[in-house]
C-alpha cells in the first residue's frame, strides 16, 4: 500500500491567512491524489481532485497542486466556515489512502 | 440528487458477524464503482474497500481482507459490506461512497451517505 504522510495534523490561523496543507507520498502516484474537507458530524466533501482541479460549486479560494509524490492543498483567504478537517487520498492499484488529516482551527 | 442510505448498523459482540447495507437513488448506481470507508470516533478516515462497476475489481484495506466482503447487487441499486469476526478495532462509522467512475483505479468518491455506526463490544 502507498503510505501518505500529511502535514501538519493541525493547524491554527487567522481569518484572512493563507493556509497551506502538504501531502507526500511514498511512490509516484501521478495527479491520482484528492482533497476533502470533513466538518464535525459531517461525511466528508470532495473539495479537489485529480491533485488540482476543483470541484464543481466550491469556492474558488481553495486549491491545489502538485504531482509525483509531493502535493500541496491551499487556502488563499482562510473564512470562518473553513473549519474544519482535511484529508488528502490516493487511489493505486486497487488500494485507496486518506492522509492522517489536518485540524483546521481560527486564531 | 444523489443519495447514499447506509444501515445495519449496531452493537455486536466481538467475534459474530453483521452486514452494512446502501441504497442508492439518484444516479445510475451500475455505471459506478463504489466504497465503504470508516472513521473510528474522534479519528481519521481509513478506506476498508472498493468494488467496481461490474464487481470484477474489488480491493481491501489489509485490515479487512480476509474478513470483510464486499458486493452489490446493481439490480437493486445497492451495496453490501459482509463483516465477519468483528474485532474492537472495526467499531466505526461506516460510510458509503460513490466513485466518479466505473473503476478502482482513480477516484474521486464525489458523493458520500450519512453512515452508520458499528460498535464492537462484549
Known amino acids: 500500500d502507498i503510505q501518505m504522510t500529511q502535514s501538519p495534523s493541525s493547524l491554527s490561523a487567522s481569518v484572512g491567512d493563507r493556509v497551506t496543507i502538504t501531502c507526500q507520498a511514498r511512490?509516484?502516484?501521478?495527479?491520482?491524489l484528492n482533497w476533502y474537507q470533513q466538518k464535525p458530524g459531517k461525511a466528508p466533501k470532495l473539495l479537489i481532485y485529480?491533485?488540482?482541479n476543483l470541484e464543481t460549486g466550491v469556492p474558488s479560494r481553495f486549491s491545489g497542486s502538485g504531482s509525483g509524490t509531493d502535493f500541496t492543498f491551499t487556502i488563499s483567504s482562510l473564512q470562518p466556515e473553513d473549519i474544519a478537517t482535511y484529508y488528502c487520498q490516493q487511489f493505486d492499484n486497487f488500494v485507496v489512502t486518506f492522509g492522517q488529516g489536518t485540524r483546521l482551527e481560527i486564531k | 440528487e444523489v443519495q447514499l442510505v447506509e444501515s445495519g448498523g449496531g452493537l455486536v459482540q466481538p467475534g459474530r458477524s453483521l452486514r452494512l447495507s446502501c441504497a442508492a437513488s439518484?444516479?445510475?448506481?451500475?455505471?459506478?464503482?463504489m466504497h465503504w470507508v470508516r472513521q473510528a470516533p474522534g479519528k481519521g478516515l481509513e478506506w476498508v474497500s472498493g468494488i467496481s462497476w461490474n464487481g470484477g475489481s474489488i480491493g481491501y484495506a489489509v485490515s479487512v481482507k480476509g474478513r470483510f466482503t464486499i458486493s452489490r447487487n446493481n439490480a437493486k441499486n445497492s451495496l453490501y459490506l459482509q463483516m465477519n469476526n468483528l474485532r474492537a478495532e472495526d467499531a466505526a462509522f461506516y460510510y458509503c461512497?460513490?466513485?466518479?467512475?466505473?473503476?478502482?483505479?482513480?477516484?474521486?468518491?464525489?458523493?458520500w451517505g450519512r453512515g452508520t455506526l458499528v460498535t464492537v463490544s462484549s
Open positions: 511512490q509516484d502516484i501521478n495527479n491520482n
Open positions: 439518484g444516479f445510475t448506481f451500475a455505471d459506478y464503482a
Open positions: 461512497a460513490k466513485d466518479r467512475y466505473f473503476d478502482l483505479n482513480r477516484g474521486p468518491n464525489d458523493h
Open positions: 485529480d491533485a488540482s
